[in-house]
C-alpha cells in the first residue's frame, strides 16, 4: 500500500547540541520542539492547510528533524525559509534568549520536503 499523494506534514527542526547543556534534559529539549509547533498552528490557525492537517487528528504526521549545528545554523534554516515563502516559527527559550527549535506550518510533503533533504531524523 503506498502513501498517499498530498499528504500534509508538518516538519520540526531541532538542535541536537542542546543535549551537551546542562538545563536541557530530554524533556527539556522535546518541550521545545512542542512550544514551536504549538506557536506556528496558533499563527496559522485560519490557513486551509492548517486547517485540514488539524481536521484530521488521528492521521497527523509530523517529522522532527535534528541540526547538528548551533543556533547559527537553526537561523540560517530561518533565514532559507523566509527566502522561500515558508511559513514557520523560530522558538526562542526564554530567559536565555536562544533559538532552539523551528516548526514550520503544515504543507503539503511534495512542495517542502526538498528544504529538509540535509537533516536526519532527531534520535
Request: net charge neutral.
Amino acid at each position: 500500500m503506498s502513501a498517499p499523494v498530498n499528504v500534509i506534514v508538518q516538519y520540526i527542526l531541532l538542535r541536537r547540541d542542546l543535549k551537551k547543556m546542562k538545563n536541557y534534559n530530554d524533556g527539556a529539549i522535546i518541550a521545545q520542539a512542542c512550544h514551536a509547533s504549538s506557536a506556528i498552528i496558533y499563527k496559522t490557525i485560519n490557513d486551509d492547510l492548517t486547517k485540514s492537517y488539524l481536521n484530521d487528528l488521528d492521521r497527523m504526521h509530523k517529522v522532527v528533524l535534528g541540526i547538528d549545528g548551533n543556533e547559527n545554523e537553526l537561523n540560517e534554516l530561518s533565514n532559507l525559509l523566509k527566502q522561500n515563502s515558508i511559513e514557520h516559527y523560530l522558538w526562542m527559550e526564554q530567559p536565555e534568549n536562544i533559538p532552539t527549535a523551528i516548526a514550520v506550518k503544515p504543507y503539503y510533503k511534495k512542495d517542502v520536503e526538498h528544504l529538509f533533504s540535509k537533516y536526519k531524523l532527531y534520535r
